[in-house]
């Protein structure tokens, strides 16, 4: 069964950094690529960018180039995504989703991380 | 940069039919496939429609996708509609300028 776990919610103070964890389980880790997406409270899905798990390139939405930050780990199928100098507008649920192509469809999903920004 | 424009809510009655509308900002929405999500309160979105117009393992044929490109817009459709339905809806595509995803803005469904 594909499968993606995330690490558990967080509450941090302005300017602090942040850094979400995602476990791949049930397919081909390098095979895909990863996306983030974010959801602030009451609102839509924010694409944030993609990391290629096989070669480590990335691609950052234009909005959070310079303050995100994705990584992986293959060795225990995980992927990261890390945002520094948090605002109290980057309170959201903080999703991880694959996609087997950049034109396909993101399937699966992980089950959210909740991230609190407030002093 | 391209985008993707939903209604923000639709509404109709249980066993009735609805279509969600996605229209592309410029460019030719058809150039890239178009993905339907559903998303619930409270959970992770699940794709119902991928590649303009196929159905995952699961989701029920009461759901179909289409392109317009005479209106550039995709449509997501659902027929004999349950209460079970409601929920947010988002279209999300391909940016081939910058090799990035995008999402509508979702259209909420209330079945009543």
């Known amino acids: 069964q594909v499968q993606l776990v995330q690490s558990g919610a967080e509450v941090k103070k302005p300017g602090a950094s942040v850094k979400v964890s995602c476990k791949a389980s049930g397919y081909t880790f390098t095979g895909y690529y990863m996306h983030w997406v974010r959801q602030a409270p009451g609102q839509g899905l924010e694409w944030m960018g993609w990391i290629s798990p096989n070669s480590g390139g990335t691609n950052y939405a234009q909005k959070f180039q310079g303050r995100v930050t994705m990584t992986r780990d293959t060795s225990i199928i995980t992927a990261y995504m890390e945002l520094s100098r948090l605002r109290s507008d980057d309170t959201a649920v903080y999703y991880c989703a694959s996609s087997s192509w950049l034109r396909g469809s993101l399937d699966p999903w992980g089950q959210g991380t909740l991230v609190t920004v407030s002093s | 940069n391209f985008m993707l424009t939903q209604p923000h809510s639709v509404s109709e009655s249980p066993g009735k039919t609805v279509t969600i509308s996605c229209t592309g900002s410029?460019?030719?929405?058809?150039?890239?496939?178009v993905q339907w999500y559903q998303q619930r309160p409270g959970s992770a979105p699940t794709t119902v429609i991928y590649e303009d117009n196929q159905r995952p393992s699961g989701v029920p044929d009461r759901f179909s996708g289409s392109i317009d490109s005479s209106s550039n817009s995709a449509s997501l459709t659902i027929s004999g509609l349950k209460t079970e339905d409601e929920a947010d809806y988002y279209c999300q595509s391909y940016d081939s300028s910058n090799q990035g995803v995008v999402f509508g803005g979702g259209t909420k469904l209330t079945v009543l």
């Open positions: 410029s460019g030719s929405i058809a150039s890239n496939y």
